[in-house]
């Protein structure tokens, strides 16, 4: 149980190339989403938290406009990287918990290289 | 602000040692700690959840410990195998929603 799959797992394309990621919970309802950003041998970096429905709570540092984030429904939620540029490849992993007691699970990321 | 610290050195240990990581934070206890797994390229995998006012929690051969007057985390693998090789990352959560808060990681590498 507890799956979250996260497509695509890997992505390269031009420089202001706009890209969705979509995270979604298989077998369980997550209310709440949230979207990592990983660098080479760093630890996982908390970008934002999404809840169904509402609009997603972005960490500081992190532009709301060019990660917009969508958690339309209890099982799918989405990044978009806007106008992507080389800086922002990286790996990106989402991650799902079916409430506020229970731990996140984590998709297998996804690899975004611009070029 | 919150500090937790891994050993950022890899951990090289022979099959059929016990492996243990560890895992160290300052300043005030979070409500849960937890460790993942997580494999180059793959997203974290959860193996074990501790709380507040629990010492010890066991899976199979994973064992965890949660000090909080050490401010710290002992992760236990039993009978490693090779198999179970890779970066062990713990995460803090506090009570102020359900965010986590991620150590850098420990890699561990288990020879035949």
């Known amino acids: 149980g507890a799956v979250v799959s996260q497509h695509p797992s890997w992505v390269i394309c031009k420089s202001g190339t706009s890209v969705k990621i979509e995270c979604r919970s298989l077998d369980f309802q997550a209310t709440t989403m949230f979207w990592y950003r990983q660098f080479p041998k760093q630890s996982l970096m908390l970008m934002a938290t999404s809840n169904e429905g509402s609009k997603a709570t972005y960490e500081q540092g992190v532009e709301k406009d060019k990660f917009l984030i969508n958690h339309a429904s209890l099982t799918l939620s989405t990044l978009t990287v806007t106008s992507a540029h080389p800086e922002d490849s990286s790996f990106y992993i989402c991650?799902?918990?079916?409430?506020?007691?229970?731990?996140?699970?984590f998709g297998d990321g996804t690899r975004l290289s611009i070029l | 602000s919150q500090k937790i610290e891994q050993n950022s050195e890899a951990l090289n240990i022979q099959e059929g040692k016990t492996a243990t990581l560890t895992c160290n934070y300052t300043n005030y206890s979070p409500a849960y700690l937890q460790w993942y797994r997580q494999d180059p390229g793959r997203g974290p995998v959860f193996l074990l959840l501790?709380?507040?006012?629990?010492k010890e929690k066991r899976k199979e051969r994973l064992k965890v410990t949660f000090d909080t007057t050490l401010k710290q985390s002992l992760f236990h693998i039993t009978a490693s195998q090779p198999a179970d090789s890779a970066t062990y990352l713990c995460?803090?959560?506090?009570?102020?929603?359900?965010?986590?808060?991620f150590g850098g990681g420990t890699r561990l590498m288990v020879k035949p």
């Open positions: 995460a803090l959560r506090y009570n102020a929603g359900n965010m986590l808060t």
């Open positions: 501790i709380r507040e006012n629990e």
């Open positions: 991650s799902a918990s079916s409430g506020i007691n229970q731990p996140q699970h």
